[in-house]
């Protein structure tokens, strides 16, 4: 599975922007999804994820009712609403496809990353 994320940009606070991850393959529906990111100077850290079937999500708690995870199987594409940005949420971010099981919040239990999108939010 190869993975490209787009859609980041400047934004400020306050503002939206939706990212989005397409995926190749034909097995994309049986992947569990997740977003992840990586602030200048910190870890990358989980934002969301969702289950193959997209009926299970689950967000990181400085997200949650702020951020919104979604797919299409149809289209092979994973997204990322992101509404009421804060300049805390500027980062480089990720998503990441787990082919084993459900959805997961660990980093090293995905097996396919794709390259990153910034998303810059403005004070």
């Known amino acids: 599975v190869q993975l490209q994320a787009s859609g980041g940009g400047l934004v400020q606070a306050g503002g939206s922007l939706r990212l989005s991850c397409a995926a190749s393959?034909?097995?994309?529906?049986?992947?569990?999804m997740g977003w992840f990111r990586q602030a200048p100077g910190k870890e990358r850290e989980f934002v969301a994820a969702i289950s193959w079937s997209g009926g299970s999500t689950y967000y990181a708690d400085s997200v949650k009712g702020r951020f919104t995870i979604s797919r299409d199987n149809a289209k092979n594409t994973v997204y990322l609403q992101m509404n009421s940005l804060k300049p805390e949420d500027t980062a480089v971010y990720y998503c990441a496809a787990r082919g084993r099981g459900s959805w997961s919040t660990l980093i090293w239990e995905y097996d396919y990353w794709g390259q990153g999108t910034l998303v810059t939010v403005s004070s």
């Open positions: 393959g034909r097995t994309f529906s049986s992947y569990a």
